[in-house]
């Protein structure tokens, strides 16, 4: 089968008629019909202090989508791990773990808005040492064995059932992030194609006697189903527009992050192809060329999307694009 996933982030800006708790709902039904369906996976996002509500709670949410699915798996990409006290991530991780049957995992990224540092009283200048310092918690609490944590014993009870513990990926564009996630013998995850991080990451895993695992983005396009698209594109396009926009004004001076447009208005949006509107036909002949790992990224709720439209998308992918593709 495909690799469909579903993707949420929670927006509800003041143009949309949906509210956020409409919102909400909609996305622990849509996740529970996905689960239905076959999905691979739901990827959660984090943000904090945004103007549109972005989710800024993930692990919780991802909680809340466990409980209402039997087998999809559940990912955040990313958290934001600076931002966390690491010891209660690592025991929110467990309990995830340990309640869902080892469905859960995450992407742990360093984030790139120095408003968020802020909100949580977190030094912008430290921020590498500080996610290092938080990704070494993690590991020492998951081993089960007291460690010394900022002058404090620390011990982790329960722990999580997936050995070594539940996936982590490093997540990152820099170089930095490669030698990063191969000092700590962890998957690295960048958010473009690099070769050169690539290179420097297999290298650094080397020397430090570990495997390298990468996951590299490939194809990673924002997907809506529809039988008309000109159509769709006046429907959906206002809040794929607000998403590609907001994204773009939190980046810095030579800094992109995974999800990046440079697209102003409508037009620009869908001649650049980061967000895509596909009739299923168009779908199907993409996942028959593509093979059975062709990637499917629907995000019925983009931008604060009405519910009713988001169905509409997830319904057509599921019952005409499934049951025809690898």
Known sequence: MALSMLRLDMRA????????????????????????????????????????????????????????????????????????????????????????????GITAGMGYRQAEYEMFGKDWDGRGKLFDECLEALQQAWSGEPFEWQGRTIRLSPVPATKPHPPVFVGGMAKNAARRA????????????????????????????????????????????????????????PYLLHDATTYASWQRPGQRSAVHSDATTLEELRAEGRYVIRTPEECIARGQEGGPFTPFILYPLCGGTPPELGWRSLRLFAEKVLPNVP
Not at 76 to 103: K, N
């Open 13 to 104: 800006p003041d143009f949309s008629p949906a509210t956020p708790s409409e919102l909400y709902a909609a996305a622990l039904d849509m996740a529970a019909y996905c689960d239905e369906q076959g999905f691979a996976s739901v990827v959660l996002s984090e943000h904090h202090g945004t103007d549109d509500g972005f989710l800024p709670a993930p692990l919780a949410f991802a909680g809340c989508i466990l409980g209402r699915t039997r087998d999809i798996r559940v990912g955040e990409a990313a958290l934001l791990l600076p931002l966390h006290d690491p010891i209660r991530v690592a025991e929110d991780l467990a309990v995830l773990d340990l309640a869902s049957g080892g469905r859960i």
């Open 182 to 237: 191969a000092r700590f013998g962890l998957p690295f995850q960048p958010g473009s194609n690099n070769e050169e991080a690539f290179a420097l990451y297999r290298s650094e895993c080397e020397k430090n006697g570990t495997t390298p695992v990468i996951l590299p983005p490939g194809e990673s396009e924002l997907l809506v189903v529809a039988e008309d698209v000109d159509r769709a594109w006046q429907e959906f396009g």
